[in-house]
């Protein structure tokens, strides 16, 4: 399965069981609501009462299903076009690879001097912390990343810290994955603190989905983890439509916020998702509203299994100009692109 971390793994310590309770119940840790997310493309159809037959089970044999019980609370009952189902459900068309459509479309690869270490951009390095995320989204970069190589423990990652410690020009190291948040707070903090003590490091980003999927991953431990550093931490979140932006979400990246942590938003635009300026719109101010900046719209990545989601440049870049008559200047997101070998995101103009 293309090297993809089963959360299993990572929860393999977890001695309390799942009991059956409401999603967004705050009894329900974080742990225990990725634990008894749904794995079958045929039962989260039927959670949705839908026909079985949407869900393609040889799309999910090449990239499990995984979706928590807290996000499938914010699809709409028996809508197969709802815009958070789009996103998580393996289909029929990903089983098919249009020409120009690979397992690296950034050529990551050739950026990595070691498992789990991507050096690409100036003054920053990225460290692949896990394989495990919290949501499987079926348009995911990455999804065909040899994550078999990457550390799982501290003593794993001690090369590339040692790597990042001894080139005084990188001042920013960037946590990502899979997805940092399903570390659990003392492997993190192991990691965090080991870069930390970095005399060059100045900033610390996160790049995640947990706030957005399970909010309750926002604990008092991780506050007190982030807050304690030297380093300035940012948190990067992954939201696509606002539908995705419930009330206890919506808490969680409040809390975020008052303990002083920045919050950035980036979507990556997808064709029946949020390929309309209305539901641009919609999320930009949501987001803005609870005092989360919009970062970037970025054009979709052309990995193997993703083409049915692809918006044309062209008509990215309609969207975003109708959008900057209705929005102000703060709440528009930089529409960009990844090309492998440039040394920045490229604006897509």
Sequence with gaps: MAGWVFVDEILASDEQSVRALCPGDPAVGWRQAMRRAIRDPKELCRRLELPVSLGNSGAAEAFPVFVPLEFLSRMRVGDPSDPLLRQVL?????TH???????????????????????KYHGRALLVTTGACAVHCRYCFRRHFPYQSVPKSAAAWAPAVSHIQADSSIEEVLLSGGDPLTLVDSLLGQLVHSLDAIPHIRRLRFHTRLPIVIPQRVTDQLLELLTELRATPWMVVH??????????????????????????NQAVLLRGVNDSVEALEQLSL???????????????????????????????????????TRLPGYAMPQYVRELPGEASKMPVE
């Design 90 to 94: 393996a289909a029929e068309p990903e």
């Design 286 to 324: 949501r987001l803005v509203d609870h005092r989360v900046q919009p970062y970037y719209l970025h054009q979709l990545d052309r990995v193997q299994g993703a083409a049915h989601f692809e918006v044309s440049e062209a008509e990215g870049r309609r969207l975003i100009a109708e959008l900057r």
């Design 97 to 119: 690879s249009p020409a120009g459509f690979v397992s690296d479309p950034l050529d990551e690869q050739k950026a990595s001097p070691l498992p789990g270490l991507l050096h």
């Design 239 to 264: 939201c696509n439509h606002v539908a995705e932006l419930d009330e206890a979400t919506l808490a969680a990246l409040g809390r975020l916020i008052d303990a002083g942590i920045p919050v950035l």
